[in-house]
């Protein structure tokens, strides 16, 4: 009894409705697979399958017969010819690619500073070819808003191919330095302000280090510990170009307290405590407001 015939459309693994693009990408992967000469263990019996699937499927007068009245006897079909048509097509596609073989692809960690990958840099860097062991030149652009792992693909910069193949490419990872004065938030900045205890009473203005440069911030009169003040547009790029919108600059206040204070320190201190009632007795009525206190005590 003859062996019945598989489903066309299952051979090469497509649906019944799959376009002519479907169809050749699927025969081409297949044949690929199966050829005797990459897998000779089924003595080419699956790659002969394949082929036929596809000579019925890739022809259009054929592909309405079988979808109609599914197979045709092999003898009076004529594919014969085509199969063996397909056969020589993938040898001869297989003959020009052995030996070729792409380079392999070169990693390299590129170091930024903090504003370097807040505002994007070109940096040109140093890559030894494994091949030679000579070193040669590569330009590397880094967008602006980089954060480490970010990674940049410079195409045909990696190892040399085989046989004409083309070249690998140079994978650069990045890595951001940390910065001493600030951190980072998606595109906002994160800072802290350090003030006097009569800075934060009395109300100032203090110089703010950005991504800028420094910066005049104004702090009002009794400002806490903890309170964060937003400097609009000081923060990283999101995009290239000079108009580009960016994040904020967060500032966090920070009151120092002394910890060593002079006689006349004490004294001072010691009279705010009595006029705002914090005395060690309890509390007092306060005689005046406690600001206006402070800087009469301050301006004596």
Do not use: C
């Not at 690929?32 to 007068?61: C, K, T, W």
């Not at 940049?152 to 083309?166: F, H, Q, S, T």
């Not at 690998?168 to 990872?173: C, E, Q």
């Amino acid at each position: 009894m003859a062996k019945r015939k598989r489903d066309y459309y299952a051979i090469l693994g497509v649906p019944k409705d799959a376009q002519d693009a479907e169809l050749k990408r699927a025969f081409r992967e297949l044949a690929r697979q199966h050829h005797p000469d990459m897998n000779p263990a089924d003595g080419g019996e699956r790659f002969r399958e394949i082929n036929e699937a596809y000579a019925v499927l890739s022809v259009r007068d054929s592909r309405q017969r079988y979808d109609r009245w599914g197979h045709a006897d092999d003898t009076s079909s004529g594919l014969g010819a085509v199969v063996d048509a397909a056969q020589d097509m993938i040898n001869d596609v297989l003959r020009r690619r052995r030996g070729k073989q792409r380079g392999g692809d070169v990693r390299y960690t590129l170091e930024l500073s903090f504003e370097e990958a807040a505002f994007g840099a070109s940096k040109t860097i140093e890559v030894r070819d494994p091949a030679t062991g000579r070193p040669r030149s590569v330009t590397v652009v880094v967008a602006p808003g980089a954060i480490t792992g970010t990674e940049k693909i410079v195409r045909g910069e990696g190892e040399r191919g085989k046989g004409g193949a083309p070249a690998g490419d140079l994978r650069v990872i990045v890595r951001v330095a940390e910065h001493g004065g600030f951190r980072r938030e998606g595109f906002d900045v994160r800072g802290d302000a350090r003030l006097t205890f009569a800075q934060a009473a009395l109300g100032a203005v203090i110089d703010v280090v950005t991504l800028d440069g420094p910066v005049k911030m104004r702090v009002p009169e009794g400002t806490q510990p903890g309170r964060v003040f937003r400097l609009r547009g000081r923060g990283v790029p999101q995009a290239a170009g000079k108009q580009a919108p960016r994040g904020d600059h967060l500032v966090t206040v920070q009151v120092e307290i002394p910890t060593e204070l002079s006689a006349k320190q004490r004294a001072l201190i010691e009279e705010l405590a009595r006029a705002s009632g914090e005395t060690r007795e309890g509390a007092a009525p306060r005689p005046q407001r406690l600001l206006d206190r402070v800087r009469s005590l301050l301006d004596d």
